[in-house]
């Protein structure tokens, strides 16, 4: 491109800008400039706003003004360290008759190479062409260019090459505060998007939840294609727990993954330590041919992994400061797809935070889980009958209590049965008490494996007696359990292991057994079927015991 003899570049840094004077220049820098232009240029810092931007456009045709050219352009690029995603209005071209064209601020592709600039083109004005001179605003993070064109034959003259100067060194002054604002911007954003999630895990124990809400918030921050949180289990292998994706990028939920899959195995250590694996382009990484394969066929083309590691405390008495390895529990991955990304500080500093909180809710989830066992278990030894291992009398109770109620609703039939071990004392004096406890769990399992229903209960009602809750089971229903169940006791040898006699030798016990049956209703309470049971078992104990016997309506009725 050829600028001609009207080419001039200069690059000029931005200088400190004290917020309590609006105008960016000692009095030396302003003398020698003829009045009028140094009104205007004093009246434009005078009605400077908060908004970079619209202080920029100010500059650009002030420069346009007081130069006469018939039209002036801006445009500007940021370093690599700038976040991409500048939400902030594009800039715009001056023309001569203040007008603004399409010509707009834009991201290059080697920001940091000035000499791109001259590759942009303004595509309504001519500002690009010969007549134009050019003045470079370079900063530690921009590098813009200002192009004003003038007239044929007219260059520029000193003084407004001196006005120029000092225009220039005003948008770099302003560029610097768009840059601060806009981190402040993102930092704030990236604030927001940690302490979301940290409010949701104070909240919330759900960790599935939780891991949902993280890849979801981070997505939608960093603007990227896919966000996975991946899970190491013991093998070495990964399973994905969580993703959230753009609609047009593959899936990768249900995919067990192996290595290389977590990370290039040059980077192994590094991950392990805790830090935040970049790659800006996977095809110039030099991964294995393995991973590779796996980044190709997910279109992956950069991507982040932050490990997830739950740390252990150092023993106090080791006297190392240094913490533990910790556990590598997973993987927090951030995909771009189809092209290279530029990851920025801000972008990667956030994984870290994030992990953190991560780390807090997965030891949260499973401190809950442990609570929750122990509390089951506890409930189970509240509830369960220690020599038997089936439920006990505060469990019956409670069982039938709530059967009753339920069935009363829906009038459904609600079945009884008490059993009693025959000449259980006898037996107990003759072998031992610990042949009576065998023998009391023998019978009790047999009860247990009888039930085909979960909703069926066995419970030791007291010493040798037994208890069976029947749910939805008519009387002749009961009566037919029952008999099976008094059959297969007395066919179930009785081990005796209290030495009496021969080692081997065996015993048999037979149970008598009442039943009772009847549909709830409101002027009842489930004491009628315990009461009614009670009298028909009693019945069969009179009647020679190994036998089993159904309350009459008699009894019923005697026991309401």
Not at 70 to 89: D, G, H, I, K, M
Not at 165 to 177: G, K
Not at 219 to 248: H, K, S, Y
Request: glycine share 4%.
């Amino acid at each position: 491109m050829n600028f001609g003899n009207s080419l001039l570049s200069m690059p000029i840094a931005a200088a400190p800008l004290s917020m309590a004077s609006p105008v960016p220049f000692s009095t030396q820098e302003l003398t020698n400039l003829n009045p009028d232009d140094l009104t205007q240029l004093v009246h434009c810092f005078l009605n400077f706003t908060s908004n970079p931007l619209e202080n920029i456009h100010r500059l650009v045709n002030l420069g346009r003004e007081l130069t006469g050219s018939l039209c002036a352009c801006y445009q500007s690029s940021f370093q690599p360290e700038w976040v991409e995603r500048s939400q902030q209005e594009s800039l715009t071209c001056i023309m001569d008759n203040a007008s603004q064209s399409n010509c707009s601020r834009r991201q290059l592709n080697r920001p940091g190479n000035t000499s791109s600039l001259n590759l942009l083109r303004c595509p309504t004005c001519q500002c690009q062409q010969n007549g134009v001179s050019q003045n470079w605003v370079i900063t530690d993070d921009i590098h813009g260019k200002l192009s004003m064109r003038h007239g044929p034959g007219r260059p520029f003259n000193s003084e407004q090459r001196k006005l120029i100067s000092l225009i220039t060194r005003a948008i770099a002054i302003e560029e610097d505060r768009l840059y601060e604002q806009e981190r402040q911007r993102i930092q704030q954003e990236r604030e927001l998007v940690v302490s979301q999630i940290a409010k949701q895990i104070r909240k919330s124990l759900d960790l599935q939840d939780i891991l949902h809400n993280t890849v979801k918030s981070l997505l939608d921050f960093l603007e990227a294609d896919r966000v996975i949180i991946c899970r190491i289990n013991d093998d070495g292998t990964g399973e994905i727990l969580e993703e959230a994706r753009n609609p047009e990028i593959p899936s990768m939920v249900n995919w067990v993954l192996s290595d290389p899959w977590l990370v290039d195995q040059k980077c192994h250590q590094d991950y392990l330590s805790g830090q935040v694996l970049v790659i800006e382009d996977m095809q110039q990484a030099n991964l294995e041919p393995g991973l590779q394969q796996l980044m190709d066929f997910f279109k992956v083309r950069a991507r982040l992994v932050m490990p997830i590691i739950l740390t252990q405390e150092v023993e106090a008495n080791t006297g190392d400061d240094t913490p533990g390895s910790g556990e590598a529990w997973g993987l927090l991955m951030v995909h771009q797809c189809h092209h290279p990304r530029q990851w920025q500080i801000d972008e990667i500093n956030l994984l870290p935070q994030l992990a953190t909180q991560l780390v807090i809710a997965i030891q949260q989830a499973q401190l809950y889980e442990q609570v929750q066992i122990a509390n089951r278990e506890l409930s189970e030894l509240a509830t369960q009958d220690g020599l038997t291992q089936i439920s006990n009398r505060r469990r019956f109770d409670e069982y039938l209590d709530h059967e009753w109620r339920r069935l009363l609703r829906s009038q459904a039939p609600l079945s009884l049965m008490l059993l009693d071990i025959d000449w259980f004392k006898q037996y107990n004096d003759t072998y031992g008490h610990l042949a009576g406890d065998q023998c009391l769990q023998q019978v009790a399992q047999s009860l247990k494996q009888s039930m085909q229903r979960s909703t069926d209960l066995v419970a030791r009602y007291g010493g040798e007696e037994f208890a069976i809750i029947l749910p939805n089971t008519t009387e002749t229903g009961a009566q037919f359990l029952a008999e099976q169940v008094r059959s297969q006791i007395a066919q179930m040898p009785i081990l005796d292991p209290s030495g009496h006699g021969n080692a081997s030798m065996s015993s048999k016990v037979t149970v008598s057994i009442g039943v009772a049956s009847h549909i709830p209703f409101p002027e009842a309470s489930p004491k009628l079927l315990v009461a009614a049971a009670d009298l028909a078992l009693y019945r069969a104990k009179e009647q020679g015991r190994n036998r089993v016997c159904i309350a009459s309506d008699a009894e019923l009725s005697q026991a309401e």
